[in-house]
Nanobody
Framework: QVQLVESGGGLVQPGGSLRLSCAAS????????MGWYRQAPGLQRELVAG???????NYADSVKGRFTISRDNAKNTVYLQMNNLKPGGTAVYYC???????????WGQGTQVAVSS
């Protein structure tokens, strides 16, 4: 089993910044990718950012240039630095971990991000 604990969400004004953290614990091996999806009110869940064990990253077009995903493998933690937040960033952000073998996908509990004046 893998457990993912998210932190860092909250209320921020437009143009502000937040950093999300996702710490993995348990049977951590054969990790292929980690990252975040988000689900905004009334919308489907979408991939925000992901990073693979090989170091590649990808981002939703809407966040490119503003969000940065990074990993600290020693801490089994992935981070999402969110700068210049916009109201459209309001959503619940869900961390995920994908294995390359075995049980393949794990989810965090979600953390609320609200971008509002």
């Amino acid at each position: 089993q893998v457990q993912l604990v998210e932190s860092g969400g909250g209320l921020v004004q437009p143009g502000g910044s937040l950093r999300l953290s996702c710490a993995a614990s348990g049977s951590i091996f054969n990790v292929y990718a980690m990252g975040w999806y988000r689900q905004a009110p009334g919308l489907q869940r979408e991939l925000v950012a992901g990073t693979t064990s090989g170091g590649s990253t990808n981002y939703a077009d809407s966040v490119k240039g503003r969000f940065t995903i990074s990993r600290d493998n020693a801490k089994n933690t992935v981070y999402l630095q969110m700068n210049n937040l916009k109201p459209g960033g309001t959503a619940v952000y869900y961390c995920f971990l994908e294995r390359s073998i075995g049980p393949r996908l794990y989810w965090g509990q979600g953390t609320q991000v609200a971008v509002s004046s």
